[in-house]
């Protein structure tokens, strides 16, 4: 300011024309005293736009760090989105809260990103895109996918997608107008906390009974408890055939008492 300086900022070198490009390289060496450039690794970029105490900000991080995201833009974008939603969302298990980390770096990135295009799935890919279907459509369909398809078919099972739900739909759809009204995201993540809950529910109703069905050690009673407990705990979950076959195993074991108890 004092020697009456001018500053020139480019921000993305990639964007320049060719023109623009021989032009600069022509009047570098005469006009430019001092050149600075500004190029964080994902590392840094993440210090920088990811507050410490930003909600899942670990999970955030390694899912940049997959697709070595270095725009601080699309940074302070991701952390502002994640300040939106979590409060809503902040009661729902771990498995919805690392989806929503994951599902929100992938389509900000998708949404807002600068790489080539053909380097990364398009929306269109992603919001078709079934883990299942594309498995049986590149192993037995004639045709099969494209070079392009296989590709991103690759990238997104590597990314740990599966398929395009009702809550990653809802997290998009905050993305896009900004606010969390009308996205239903809500109500979306709470069916599939609830989906997810009685899925780890009904693990741990088959482990128990795995003391019984996989196990050569000799503790006969601690797995006789364990079903017991397990069967106790999650009666509302176990069909009747199961309910039937849980019985029939009490009454093997002399244990009537406990079986009309349940």
Not at 53 to 63: F, I
Not at 80 to 106: F, N, W
Not at 125 to 140: C, D, E, G
Not at 220 to 238: D, F, G, P, Y
């Amino acid at each position: 300011e004092q020697n009456n300086c001018q500053v020139i900022l480019i921000f993305n070198d990639e964007k320049l024309s060719d023109d623009q490009k021989m032009i600069y390289q022509n009047y570098r060496e005469k006009v430019i005293d001092i050149e600075l450039i500004y190029a964080p690794n994902v590392n840094e970029a993440i210090q920088i736009a990811l507050p410490e105490a930003l909600p899942c900000r670990a999970q955030l991080a390694v899912n940049i760090t997959k697709l070595k995201i270095r725009n601080i833009r699309i940074l302070f974008k991701i952390a502002d989105l994640m300040k939106l939603i979590h409060p809503v969302i902040a009661h729902s298990c771990h498995e919805v809260l690392d989806q929503l980390a994951r599902t929100l770096v992938l389509l900000v990135w998708l949404e807002y990103g600068d790489t080539d295009m053909n380097e990364r799935p398009n929306l269109a890919f992603y919001q078709s895109w079934s883990r299942t279907l594309y498995s049986l459509r590149k192993n037995h369909l004639p045709d099969g996918l494209s070079a392009q398809e296989l590709e991103w078919d690759e990238f997104m099972s590597n990314f740990g997608i599966s398929h395009l739900d009702d809550f990653d739909r809802a997290i998009y759809k905050v993305i896009c107008q900004g606010y969390i009204e009308d996205s239903r995201i809500e109500q979306c993540a709470q069916q599939l906390n609830h989906s997810l809950t009685q899925s780890g529910e009904r693990r741990a109703y088959t482990q128990a009974w795995s003391m019984i069905h996989e196990s050569f050690a000799d503790n006969e009673q601690e797995a006789i408890q364990s079903v017991v407990k397990a069967t106790r705990e999650r009666i509302h979950l176990i069909s009747t055939n199961e309910l039937d076959g849980t019985m029939e195993f009490l009454h093997r074991f002399d244990m009537d008492v406990v079986a009309k108890d349940l």
